[in-house]
């Protein structure tokens, strides 16, 4: 199948025009100017960008991961996959030791199918003081123990664990992970600077969701953020979303930390995809309201509603670059970035790489969708 359009941004560079020939699941060629043949699908005035990686979400179209549930899982993958999310990590929030233990063990048959691409554990071990949308009765101290039950029971799939640096036997967890090829994050903290820098020196090198269920930044004790966005191992998610934090935020740690540090995330729930009303995430009830998920009978925002597609625009809309700059400092976030962070094996469009795209039309939006060298939304 030769496609061609206006513009193919690779993740690396910009075609204009471009083409793309896939050959079965993957990419055999790409160029620009004249394709080797005659197109099998010209799609016009069109931008091709890899598809999105979604490293940190809990479900979507009215599921949730914490189900492990076949059937749940596909309803929240599909659901974002319409939405140009080609790439996914489940990820769970806190829960007691027998059943997150339940949870890791359905949802690894899911990572085995191929539905999802790993587990992320966002939580237990993270900070009540900064709890966000998790039960903090149900939070706890690392255990070696429980770790081990766990990754036995993920056999492989679990891809990441976010921990609180502060919490007393992190290190020796941090270690424990990072030998079984886990990658550990720091989020949900209230960790000084110096206890998120020993963290990151132990192996840690992502930050969940940075600024939110973070310790703020205080001019003579910086705290996790600086601390995280100022070491270049270290590779910092944002929910773009317009809701969890300002533009110039978003402008301002993708100047700090570069083109190759950030990376675009949802942290969506069940809601994402559906109407405002009720849902549940964990054990905690939750309403969303104008498409802003809190906790019921709270302010606490509880993940998001957003799509990939929507994260995307936001921060192109935002970047206060150039258009095509733009286009590709989002392509890096939203796919390349978080991809190389969990070490899954996408790379943007590359020959011999996965043939996953999404169409956006002139106003960003979604237009088409392939997973694997398939047709998931068709161009009109």
């Known amino acids: 199948m030769l496609l061609t359009a206006d513009a193919v941004h690779t993740g690396r560079e910009l075609l204009r025009p471009g083409w793309i020939d896939v050959s079965g699941a993957v990419v055999a060629a790409l160029g620009t100017g004249v394709p080797p043949r005659a197109a099998d699908r010209a799609l016009g005035p069109v931008t091709?960008?890899?598809g999105f990686v979604d490293t940190h979400f809990h479900g979507g179209g009215g599921a949730n991961f914490t189900a492990a549930d076949a059937a749940e899982t596909s309803a929240a993958v599909?659901?974002?996959a319409m939405h140009?999310?080609?790439t996914a990590v489940a990820s769970l929030v806190t829960a007691g030791p027998d059943e997150l233990l339940r949870q890791v063990t359905g949802l690894a048959a899911d990572v085995r199918a191929g539905v999802v691409a790993g587990i992320h554990l966002e939580g237990p071990w993270i900070s009540a003081a900064r709890c966000g949308a998790h039960d903090p009765a149900l939070m706890r101290d690392p255990d070696p123990a429980e770790i081990e039950r766990l990754l036995s029971a993920g056999d492989g799939t679990i891809r990441m664990v976010t921990i609180a640096p502060e919490r007393d036997g992190v290190m020796t967890a941090i270690a424990q992970l990072v030998d079984a090829g886990v990658v550990v994050a720091v989020g949900h903290t209230e960790?000084?600077?110096?206890q998120t820098r020993a963290a990151?020196?132990?192996?840690?090198?992502?930050?969940?969701?940075?600024?939110?269920a973070m310790r703020p930044i205080h001019h003579r004790e910086p705290g996790p953020i600086v601390a995280l966005l100022e070491d270049p191992r270290v590779t910092v998610e944002i929910i773009d979303d317009g809701v969890h934090v300002h533009p110039a935020l978003y402008r301002q740690v993708s100047r700090s930390a570069g083109p190759d540090r950030v990376s675009l995330i949802t942290d969506a729930m069940a809601a994402a995809g559906m109407s405002d009303g009720p849902y549940t995430l964990g054990a905690l009830t939750v309403d969303v309201v104008d498409a802003v998920a809190r906790i019921a009978g709270t302010d606490t925002i509880a993940g998001s509603t957003a799509t990939m597609d929507r994260v995307f625009r936001f921060a192109v809309e935002n970047s206060g670059l150039p258009r095509d700059e733009a286009l590709s400092q989002a392509v890096r976030q939203a796919s390349i970035n978080p991809a190389r962070a969990l070490g899954l094996p996408v790379d943007g469009l590359v020959p011999g790489g996965p043939a996953d795209l999404v169409v956006l039309d002139g106003q960003l939006n979604v237009a088409g969708v392939v997973r694997r060298g398939e047709w998931l939304v068709n161009p009109g």
Request: hydrophobic share 35%.
């Open 78 to 80: 599909g659901t974002h």
């Open 48 to 50: 091709v960008v890899p």
């Open 200 to 212: 990151i020196d132990a192996g840690a090198t992502v930050g969940t969701h940075l600024f939110n």
């Open 84 to 86: 140009g999310t080609t």
């Open 191 to 194: 960790a000084t600077y110096d």
